[in-house]
């Protein structure tokens, strides 16, 4: 998918961390809520140019074996989140670049840039991290940083092509505590 994110679309980082899992669920209770589209994004880099010249070939993956290795972070990241089933309105999308550049592209005319966050006690900061601060700095729309939760969250669940309603989430959380 190279088109541009629409007017009707909130873009997501996803870089396989619990931050951008937590940013992934808000995006989505977002969307909902708005009657619009999730585009979840990974951005990844080949590798072999930041490879050492004299480190053995067996260490320097291909570029197809890094292209699989990011599309199962992509993929692993959604089933942590959703379970079995991820929902219609959320697309996934697999770019090669650096994630800065990646994610202002996809970005440009969506409704918003959602990013996860690390708290690292640092509450002054609005974004965590070179890509989001960068993101921060340049992107076209508002960027919403979701902060990591302090322990991992239950995966949404999903009732037929439909979210769970939030009441039904939250009894699911308080069952599995």
């Given at each position: ?20 899992a937590?940013?992934l669920?808000?995006?989505t ?11 979840a994004v990974?951005a ?9 010249p004299?480190a053995?070939v ?5 570029p197809?074996?890094?292209?699989d ?22 697309h ?6 650096p994630?800065?550049?990646v994610?202002?592209d996809r970005?440009r ?6 990013l996860?966050?690390?708290?690292h006690g640092?509450?002054d ?8 601060r960068?993101?921060?700095r340049?992107?076209?729309v ?11 969250a ?9 979210l769970?309603?939030?009441a ?8 599995s505590?």
């Amino acid at each position: 998918m190279t088109e541009l994110a629409t007017g009707r679309t909130i873009v997501v980082g996803v870089d396989g961390s619990e931050a951008s899992a937590a940013a992934l669920r808000w995006a989505t209770e977002q969307a909902r809520a708005l009657r619009v589209e999730v585009v979840a994004v990974h951005a990844w880099e080949a590798t072999a140019s930041r490879v050492a010249p004299y480190a053995p070939v067996s260490v320097r993956p291909t570029p197809a074996e890094e292209r699989d290795a990011a599309a199962r972070l992509l993929a692993q990241t959604l089933r942590r989140v959703f379970g079995p089933r991820i929902d219609d309105a959320v697309h996934a999308e697999l770019a090669e670049g650096p994630a800065v550049r990646v994610l202002l592209d996809r970005a440009r005319g969506a409704l918003l840039l959602v990013l996860g966050r690390t708290v690292h006690g640092q509450f002054d900061l609005p974004v965590g991290g070179a890509v989001g601060r960068e993101c921060w700095r340049h992107a076209t729309v508002p960027v919403v940083a979701v902060p990591a939760p302090d322990r991992p969250a239950v995966p949404l669940r999903v009732v037929g092509t439909r979210l769970a309603p939030r009441a039904e989430l939250l009894e699911a959380q308080s069952a599995s505590r």
